[in-house]
């Protein structure tokens, strides 16, 4: 199996910073793209960021300029870096990847459990 365990959540002021990690373990071949979703209480649950394993990434307009996604593929680990946090970031953080654990399966989805960010003053 694979396992995606976030860490780094907590709770910040308004214009600090926080930096989440996810570190995905088990039966890997090779992974492709990573990223992060967020859910907020009563809202669906939306994309923040991705990254492909070549460095490629995309970042949803309300994080822009604020949070940058980063990945070590040595170490199966993807980061997100949040800067200038804001009370509407507050969020149950989830982290992604599409997996392939063997050369000869195709990738498949899976999900981290979550860390929440909470941002108060």
């Known amino acids: 199996q694979v396992q995606l365990v976030e860490s780094g959540g907590g709770l910040v002021h308004p214009g600090g910073s926080l930096r989440l990690s996810c570190a995905a373990s088990?039966?890997?071949?090779?992974?492709?793209?990573m990223g992060w979703y967020r859910q907020a209480p009563g809202k669906q649950r939306e994309l923040v960021t991705t990254?492909?394993?070549?460095?490629?990434?995309t970042y949803a307009e309300s994080v822009k300029g604020r949070f940058t996604i980063s990945r070590d593929n040595a170490k199966n680990t993807v980061y997100l870096q949040m800067n200038s946090l804001k009370p509407e970031d507050t969020a149950v953080y989830y982290c992604n990847a599409n997996v392939k654990r063997h050369f000869a399966l195709g990738y498949r989805e899976y999900w981290g459990q979550g860390t929440q960010v909470t941002v108060s003053s």
């Open positions: 088990g039966s890997i071949f090779s992974i492709n793209a």
């Open positions: 990254i492909t394993s070549d460095g490629s990434t």
